[in-house]
């Protein structure tokens, strides 16, 4: 099998890496790039503990092929945190203890974040839409929906 030669960026910073036509962006950033963030729940799309946003879109990472990503923007959750400080977010989530296990609140942060920068103020219907995609086996949903408002709440006071 031939190896593609795809450049793009990672959480602001440009990358080039080698894949096989068959790699999907999950591996690539896991096995290729070691980002180890995003989590293999499912590998089908249901889950969503792989989100990654690729040129501001939310996507599954396990459903995009890396060789389809030449010239690319890809954000994952180690592009959250910025200069060793954590997102609103992150730091809402853990202060709320809106996670147990960890598989799904990476996919979760993800597309939480992208919810915010879209709508700086959603009411819990929209972010229960919103987070439909991510499934959470372990704490249920009442946590990480009041982590999303309080967060919410921090990021427009600053």
Same mark, same amino acid.
């Given at each position: ?61 396990? #459903?995009?092929?890396? /060789?389809?990503?030449? *010239?690319?923007?890809?954000?994952? =959750?180690?592009?959250? $945190? &910025? !200069? ?9 989530? #853990?202060?709320?203890? /809106?996670?147990?296990? *960890?598989?799904?609140?990476?996919? =979760?942060?993800?597309? $939480? &974040? !992208? ?17 439909? *995609? ?25």
């Amino acid at each position: 099998m031939s190896k593609h030669h795809i450049s793009l960026t990672v959480n602001g910073d440009p990358t080039e890496f080698l894949c096989e036509t068959e790699q999907t962006l999950l591996d690539v950033l896991r096995d290729e790039l070691g980002l180890t963030g995003s989590k293999e729940g499912c590998g089908s799309g249901d889950c969503g503990a792989c989100s990654v946003r690729v040129d501001g879109r939310l996507v599954c990472a396990c #459903l995009v092929l890396g /060789a389809e990503l030449n *010239g690319a923007a890809v954000e994952t =959750i180690e592009g959250v $945190a &910025k !200069a060793g400080v954590l997102h609103p977010l992150q730091q809402v989530f #853990l202060n709320e203890a /809106a996670l147990q296990c *960890g598989i799904c609140t990476p996919g =979760i942060i993800v597309a $939480a &974040k !992208a919810l915010l920068e879209e709508n700086a103020d959603p009411s819990e219907e929209e972010i229960r839409f919103w987070l439909a *995609g991510n499934l959470c086996r372990c704490t249920g949903y009442d946590k990480i929906v009041r982590a999303v408002q309080k967060a919410a709440a921090v990021m427009r006071s600053a």
